[in-house]
């Protein structure tokens, strides 16, 4: 029998590898169908726009269907829609290709990150989720420099290849293998304030999806105006590469114990509240740091308020559904994250002739983390912890 949490943390890997894998693969293709600035942002959006209606699709399925099935399905997919970047030769072509691989991806994290929680006590959510950080983690760590060597060495055409065939391999191993997956242990007694089976809890859903949005607002708002800001103060690549590897190191120490059990010792409020106002003043202290050390500083503690609140978002967002509607509920929480994706450089542009980016990005996150201790204040009793080291 193959255990079916190690099956899940592989699907989270290869999907997250996947997405961020293109990334240099990306900048060539464009450039080759016409004006890679433009296009690059537009085939960001027509990934994006997919990727926001198919994790709730794909998230209902997965709870009606079999979710490694959903999930088997969702890669196998990403191969034909993979191999299909090999012919994205006009404008057209390439946004269709990344939406419809967009499309793919969304039936993968929903159904894997349900499974993850399937029968799982409340009380070793936010531990588990913590681990899933480290596995999406370690994948943007090697996923990048991987793919941009690999098109180096062996040329565009053999990486794109490469990665489809990584990808149909753990979505051809998933499908043919899925009936040998050891079952789910049996639908937990509802806990104090925990749905029960078939059901939801909306405040705690919508909870989670607001905290979703702006962490996801945050972390893109970081990744496109972190670089241009350290390049305007004359920062070269290596030296802003090795500062944002400090963010990642922050949030791996937040992944890791004791900090990774954080949700399930003192609640998710707590981990959400805290995370979300040291990553807010983090944000804003970037917005006027200018010194490289400052800036080191400054990003290690927004990785490590990241590390503390994406557990605990996750594992309020598990709280949120009854046995057999998970899949629905992380389809949204991925919904969410996708919409926090989008919303960022729209927003920060519209306001950039009087804020700064990470001004913005900061004030969100101060204002969520004072709206996660209002949302704790009204739902108390339906949000303790519960179980063994609560």
């Given at each position: 029998?193959?255990?079916?949490r190690?099956?899940s943390?592989?699907?989270?890997?290869?999907?997250?590898?996947?997405?961020?894998?293109w990334?240099?693969?990306?900048?060539?293709?464009?450039?080759?169908a016409?004006?890679?600035?433009?296009?690059?942002a537009?085939?960001?959006?027509?990934?994006?726009?997919?990727?926001?209606?198919?994790?709730?699709?794909?998230?209902?399925?997965?709870?009606?269907?079999?979710?490694?099935?959903?999930?088997?399905?969702?890669?196998?997919?990403?191969?034909?829609?993979?191999?299909?970047?090999?012919?994205?030769?006009?404008?057209?072509?390439?946004?269709?290709?990344?939406?419809l691989?967009?499309?793919?991806?969304?039936?993968?994290?929903?159904?894997?990150?349900?499974?993850?929680?399937?029968?799982?006590?409340?009380?070793?959510?936010?531990?588990?989720?913590?681990?899933?950080?480290l596995?999406?983690?370690?994948?943007?760590?090697?996923?990048?420099?991987?793919?941009?060597?690999?098109?180096?060495?062996?040329?565009?055409?053999?990486?794109?290849t490469?990665l489809?065939?990584?990808?149909?391999?753990?979505?051809?191993?998933?499908?043919?293998?899925?009936?040998?997956?050891?079952?789910?242990?049996?639908?937990?007694?509802?806990?104090?304030?925990?749905?029960?089976?078939?059901?939801m809890?909306?405040?705690?859903?919508?909870?989670?999806?607001?905290?979703?949005?702006a962490?996801?607002?945050?972390?893109?708002?970081?990744?496109?105006?972190?670089?241009?800001?350290?390049?305007?103060?004359?920062?070269?690549?290596?030296?802003?590469g090795?500062?944002?590897?400090?963010?990642?190191?922050?949030?791996?120490?937040?992944?890791?114990?004791?900090?990774?059990?954080?949700?399930?010792?003192?609640g998710?409020?707590?981990?959400?509240?805290?995370?979300?106002?040291?990553?807010?003043?983090?944000?804003?202290?970037?917005?006027?740091?200018e010194g490289?050390?400052?800036?080191?500083?400054?990003?290690?503690?927004?990785?490590?308020?990241?590390?503390?609140?994406?557990?605990?978002?996750?594992?309020?967002?598990?709280d949120?559904?009854?046995?057999?509607?998970?899949?629905?509920?992380?389809?949204?929480?991925?919904?969410?994250?996708?919409?926090?994706?989008?919303?960022?450089?729209?927003?920060t542009?519209?306001?950039?002739e009087?804020?700064?980016?990470?001004t913005?990005?900061?004030?969100?996150?101060?204002?969520?983390?004072?709206?996660?201790?209002?949302?704790?204040?009204?739902?108390?009793?339906?949000?303790?912890?519960?179980?063994?080291g609560?």
């Amino acid at each position: 029998m193959i255990n079916r949490r190690v099956l899940s943390y592989v699907l989270v890997w290869t999907s997250f590898y996947d997405q961020l894998a293109w990334t240099p693969v990306l900048v060539l293709i464009a450039a080759g169908a016409g004006d890679a600035t433009s296009l690059m942002a537009y085939a960001a959006t027509a990934y994006s726009l997919a990727n926001l209606a198919g994790n709730a699709l794909f998230g209902m399925l997965a709870d009606r269907l079999d979710r490694y099935a959903v999930a088997g399905a969702g890669l196998a997919a990403m191969t034909f829609t993979g191999l299909g970047h090999l012919w994205a030769t006009t404008p057209v072509a390439l946004l269709g290709i990344r939406f419809l691989h967009g499309l793919a991806i969304a039936a993968v994290a929903p159904a894997a990150l349900a499974s993850l929680t399937d029968g799982l006590p409340r009380h070793r959510r936010g531990e588990v989720m913590a681990r899933v950080g480290l596995v999406i983690a370690i994948a943007s760590m090697l996923a990048t420099s991987v793919t941009g060597r690999m098109v180096s060495r062996v040329g565009m055409t053999s990486a794109i290849t490469g990665l489809a065939v990584l990808v149909g391999l753990v979505g051809g191993v998933t499908l043919l293998l899925r009936k040998r997956v050891t079952p789910p242990p049996p639908p937990e007694p509802a806990g104090i304030g925990e749905p029960p089976a078939l059901a939801m809890n909306p405040a705690m859903l919508a909870a989670a999806s607001l905290v979703a949005f702006a962490l996801m607002f945050l972390q893109n708002v970081l990744f496109y105006a972190y670089p241009l800001q350290a390049r305007s103060l004359g920062m070269s690549s290596a030296a802003i590469g090795g500062t944002l590897a400090v963010f990642g190191l922050g949030a791996l120490v937040a992944f890791v114990p004791p900090l990774s059990r954080a949700a399930d010792r003192w609640g998710r409020h707590r981990p959400l509240f805290v995370g979300m106002l040291l990553a807010g003043a983090c944000l804003l202290n970037l917005a006027q740091a200018e010194g490289i050390g400052v800036m080191a500083g400054s990003l290690f503690g927004y990785g490590l308020g990241f590390g503390l609140v994406f557990p605990a978002v996750s594992a309020l967002n598990a709280d949120a559904a009854g046995h057999g509607r998970r899949g629905l509920a992380f389809g949204l929480l991925t919904a969410s994250f996708s919409l926090g994706s989008i919303s960022s450089p729209l927003v920060t542009q519209a306001l950039a002739e009087h804020l700064s980016p990470f001004t913005v990005a900061g004030g969100l996150a101060l204002l969520t983390g004072l709206m996660t201790a209002v949302w704790y204040v009204l739902e108390r009793p339906g949000v303790q912890p519960v179980g063994p080291g609560a």
